[in-house]
C-alpha cells in the first residue's frame, strides 16, 4: 500500500515564526513605552525590537522628552519621528534606558551586540537610572551561548584576537558607531561571571557584549500569552 500523502504544511514553531516574534516585538516595546513619561532624559538602544520602541513612544506625544541614541540608525529614526535627540555628555544622568537583548538567561545575564552598537548601550546602561530590557520569547534561554559580541581596536588586533581565542572578526570587517572592529568570542559560556572578567582584562579590547544582571532594573519578555515583568538585579536610586 501506497504511504498516505501529507495533508497540510509542517506548520512552524511559534517561536520561530517571524510574523509572531515581530509581534512579540510590539508588545514589549509598546509596554516599554508607557514607562517613559513626559520630561524624561531616555537612552535609546539599537536594534529591531528598539525599531517598534520608537513609534511607540512618539505616539504617545509627550513633552520635554529629551533622548539618547546608541547609534546613527537610532539617531536618524528616532529624528524621523520627531524625538528629540541629545548627545549623552549634553543629557548626563538618564532616567531610563530600554534596549532589546541577543539572549537573557535565568538570572538576568544578557549577551547583547548583535548589531555591533554594544560599547554605547553598556555606556548608556550604566547612566541610567532605570535600565529596561525588552525582548520577544525566543530571546530567553536556559544558558547563554556563543556568539559573544566583541569591540576591538585596530593596534595589534591579531594579537589581541589570539588572547580572546577562540574568537574571529565578523565577515566583511563592520564597525561599530565609534570605529573599533567588531569580533565574536566563539568559545564555551561555563560562568558568565568569569568569562566577562576574562575578556574585560584583554588589552586590546574596547567592551564585549556580556551585561551582568546589576545593571538591569526590568525584563520585559512577550510571549504569547502577554508580557511577562521580570525584575533585575539593580538596585534603584
Known amino acids: 500500500m501506497a504511504p498516505p500523502r501529507a495533508t497540510a504544511r509542517q506548520r512552524p514553531s511559534p517561536l520561530s515564526d517571524p510574523q509572531q516574534i515581530a509581534r512579540e516585538k510590539q508588545a514589549a516595546a509598546a509596554a516599554a513605552a508607557e514607562l517613559v513619561e513626559g520630561g524624561m532624559r531616555v537612552g535609546l538602544g539599537t536594534g529591531t525590537t528598539v525599531a517598534h520602541l520608537l513609534p511607540a513612544i512618539a505616539a504617545r506625544g509627550l513633552s520635554g522628552l529629551r533622548c539618547v541614541a546608541t547609534s546613527p540608525a537610532t539617531e536618524r529614526a528616532a529624528r524621523e519621528l520627531g524625538l528629540t535627540v541629545e548627545a549623552l555628555d549634553e543629557v548626563g544622568e538618564l532616567d531610563v534606558a530600554i534596549d532589546g537583548a541577543d539572549q537573557i538567561d535565568p538570572q538576568g545575564w544578557l549577551v547583547k ?125
Open 113 to 237: 551586540g548583535g548589531g555591533g552598537a554594544h560599547t554605547r548601550e553598556k555606556i548608556v546602561a550604566a547612566c541610567a537610572r532605570r535600565f529596561v530590557v525588552i525582548a520577544s520569547a525566543e530571546k530567553a534561554v536556559q544558558r547563554l551561548a556563543p556568539p559573544v559580541p566583541l569591540e576591538l581596536l585596530r593596534f595589534g588586533v591579531h594579537r589581541t584576537l589570539s588572547a580572546l581565542a577562540p574568537a574571529r572578526l565578523r565577515e566583511g570587517a563592520p564597525t561599530s558607531p565609534d570605529g573599533g572592529l567588531i569580533a565574536d568570542y566563539l568559545g564555551p559560556i561555563e560562568g558568565p561571571g568569569a568569562l566577562a572578567a576574562r575578556l574585560s582584562q584583554t588589552p586590546g579590547l574596547v567592551e564585549h557584549g556580556l551585561f551582568a544582571p546589576e545593571m538591569v532594573s526590568l525584563i520585559l519578555i512577550a510571549g504569547p500569552q502577554g508580557v511577562q515583568r521580570r525584575a533585575g538585579a539593580k538596585s534603584q536610586r
